[in-house]
Structure formats: structure tokens, C-alpha cells
T-cell receptor, first 114, second 110 residues
Framework: EPEVTQTPSHQVTQMGQEVILRCVPISNHLYFYWYRQILGQKVEFLVSFYNNEISEKSEIFDDQFSVERPDGSNFTLKIRSTKLEDSAMYFC????????????FGPGTRLTVL | KNEVEQSPQNLTAQEGEFITINCSYSVGISALHWLQQHPGGGIVSLFMLSSGKKKHGRLIATINIQEKHSSLHITASHPRDSAVYICAVSGFQGAQKLVFGQGTRLTINP
């Protein structure tokens, strides 16, 4: 069964460093999302991506964040200069039809900023 | 004010019991989603529904659009059902992102 994959599973970085979180969505899906979950809190939307551009972003998704789909299979989230408060689990999700289909989630990347 | 409210926040039950988790939302939506999050953190979609009722194995999800309320039921609960169950809505303010509730931590004791 097709699944969304994410790498790495755990990333530890120093404050101020750049990180890139990688996702491979399900191959025939068209809509891609990043969500994050700070420990003990609810899951929050970061950004959605369709047709090679951002379709919606939250207030969290400021200039330090960027997304791209560089090669038609990978979907990446970059944090330019990490802060302590960026420590969270980051989930990638994808769906084929955003109005009819459920979103499929990857296993998540746990980001720890020291 | 949270757009999505779940109750209870925590639920402990004995194996075999019938479980109900409730979700209320405050705005117009196009669909409601029930998801399961296991201790390792992974999230799995259980249901996406916009009206009526859906059933998958021992899980049943219902939604009442007029009352802006949904319930997730688990029949003949089992310890392996122990997880966090999350209600989320899409179509809020015309967007298709998911807006999540806080989750309900379910523990089923043998």
C-alpha cells in the first residue's frame, strides 16, 4: 500500500542552524501539506502546496520557513534559522483530491533545537 | 475560542466496553475527519465524513451537520485501541487545511 515517507525521523540541531525536512508524498497525489505538533499540544497547520506553489499558509509559517518540490517526488520544508520554539514533530501529508479524499500522513520528523 | 472541541480529554475503560468520543465545531465545514495517533506519534486517518454515518470494523463515526457535532464510537474495545483520537475539520473558511482538536487520550485496560 502506498505511503507517505519522511526523513530523517529525528533531527537534532543547534539554534540558528538551517534544517531541511524531507517528505515523499504518495505518487499520484496533488496536494501537499506540512503540519507540526509541539509536545503536548494539538497539531497545527503550517502550509499547503499545490501546482508548485503555496496555496495557503498559517501565521506560524513566517519568512524563516520555505517549501519546495524540487524534483516532482520530494516535498521539503526548510527552516532557515532555527529557534528553540521550533522544536516539534513535523508531519507531511498528501491527498489526491482535497475536497473528497482523506489526507495521508507521514510518520513525522522529530526536530529538537538545542 | 477553539474551532474544534473534543470531549473527554482522557478516557480510561475496560476491555470490551463501548467507547464514545465527541467532537463539536463552531463554524461551517466541508468535512470532518477522525484520526488516530499512536504513542510513536504517527497519525492515521480513520474517517472523513460530511454527512450521516460511516463504519469500519469496530469503529463507527457519525456527524450531525445541523448541530455541528460528531461522535466516534468503538465497539468491543481492545487494549490495542489505546491511542489518541483526534477530530479535525476541513473547509473551515473555505480552506482545505485541517484544523485539529486537542485529541482524546483513550486507554483500554485488559
Amino acid at each position: 500500500e502506498p505511503e507517505v515517507t519522511q526523513t530523517p525521523s529525528h533531527q537534532v540541531t543547534q539554534m540558528g542552524q538551517e534544517v531541511i525536512l524531507r517528505c515523499v508524498p504518495i505518487s499520484n497525489h496533488l496536494y501537499f501539506y506540512w503540519y507540526r505538533q509541539i509536545l503536548g499540544q494539538k497539531v497545527e497547520f503550517l502550509v499547503s502546496f499545490y501546482n508548485n506553489e503555496i496555496s495557503e499558509k498559517s501565521e506560524i509559517f513566517d519568512d524563516q520557513f520555505s517549501v519546495e518540490r524540487p524534483d516532482g517526488s520530494n516535498f521539503t520544508l526548510k527552516i532557515r534559522s532555527t529557534k528553540l520554539e521550533d522544536s516539534a514533530m513535523y508531519f507531511c501529508a498528501s491527498t489526491r483530491d482535497r475536497n473528497r479524499d482523506e489526507q495521508f500522513f507521514g510518520p513525522g520528523t522529530r526536530l529538537t533545537v538545542l | 475560542k477553539n474551532e474544534v472541541e473534543q470531549s473527554p480529554q482522557n478516557l480510561t475503560a475496560q476491555e470490551g466496553e463501548f467507547i464514545t468520543i465527541n467532537c463539536s465545531y463552531s463554524v461551517g465545514i466541508s468535512a470532518l475527519h477522525w484520526l488516530q495517533q499512536h504513542p510513536g506519534g504517527g497519525i492515521v486517518s480513520l474517517f472523513m465524513l460530511s454527512s450521516g454515518k460511516k463504519k469500519h470494523g469496530r469503529l463507527i463515526a457519525t456527524i450531525n451537520i445541523q448541530e455541528k457535532h460528531s461522535s466516534l464510537h468503538i465497539t468491543a474495545s481492545h487494549p490495542r485501541d489505546s491511542a489518541v483520537y483526534i477530530c479535525a475539520v476541513s473547509g473551515f473558511q473555505g480552506a482545505q487545511k485541517l484544523v485539529f482538536g486537542q485529541g482524546t487520550r483513550l486507554t483500554i485496560n485488559p
